[in-house]
């Protein structure tokens, strides 16, 4: 039997390139989205009940591998990039179907206004990610007590410490807004994950890295284990010798 799958709507989030994306859902709670709904799922009454749950399961298409096809073994960043796995082993986006899920906060429902949308938090997704499906978490089945998680047993701790700049702070503040909600805490929260690539984490000397959120690009240094924010600046300012997102 073969089925074709059109997506139900998209999200939009604050991550508009892969690098810097936290690698599990709910690891960054202050990472907020939209799901925004297209035609005929917008109708409210495909809604109706789901305001009682906390979290969803959202299913999705990795819309930015490219061209990329599916690997029978992948590298997980949990293990440092350094061990290969089977891809069934992993949460790898480059898989058969590239299909993806995450459990995600629900913070409310909108509808009116010709849309209808779901607000969501810990995202952990590319913005304008194609959504194939929304189904409720229910914590009696999908927390399994005694579950046993291989080679990610625990979450991951805080790898960095983040400090901001006099100046970078004050940038953060001035550009904070309903859009960009809880910006430094958000920024903090990110970096102290450290979404540098594995090969850098060990880099003995101090280098300077940038990640794009929301419209602005963000520019912090590490030395050791601190990261030092230098800039909250508009995207496209001139990136002052960093490396670009992602080297």
């Known amino acids: 039997m073969h089925a074709t799958f059109k997506p139900i709507g998209r999200l939009r989030s604050c991550f508009t390139e892969k690098f810097g994306i936290p690698r599990q859902a709910g690891l960054v709670p202050e990472a907020q989205g939209v799901i925004e709904l297209h035609p005929p799922y917008d109708r409210s009454e495909a809604l109706e009940g789901l305001e009682g749950f906390s979290h969803i399961w959202v299913l999705y298409l990795f819309h930015g591998n490219g061209e990329a096809f599916w690997r029978p073994k992948v590298r997980p960043p949990r293990l440092g990039g350094n061990r290969a796995l089977g891809v069934f082993a992993t949460r790898s986006g480059f898989r058969p179907n590239p299909i993806g899920m995450s459990a995600l906060q629900l913070v409310g429902l909108e509808t009116g206004g010709g849309s209808t949308r779901l607000r969501v938090a810990g995202v952990d997704l590319l913005d304008g990610t194609p959504v194939l499906d929304i189904k ?12 046993v998680g291989g080679y990610a047993a625990e979450a991951p701790g805080e790898a960095l410490v983040v400090a901001f700049d006099p100046a970078a702070r004050e940038q953060c503040r001035r550009l904070e807004s309903p859009r960009r909600p809880e910006l430094l805490r958000l920024i903090t929260r990110l970096l102290a994950l450290d979404p540098r690539p594995a090969y850098r984490a060990g880099e003995p000397c101090r280098r300077g890295f940038g990640m794009r959120l929301f419209d602005l690009d963000i520019r912090w240094e590490v030395d050791g284990r601190r990261a030092r924010v230098t800039a909250v600046v508009a995207a496209g300012e001139d990136p002052g010798g960093h490396d670009a997102p992602g080297d």
């Not at 409720?136 to 579950?147: C, H, T």
């Open 136 to 147: 409720p978490y229910l914590p009696y089945a999908d927390r399994i007590e005694g579950a």
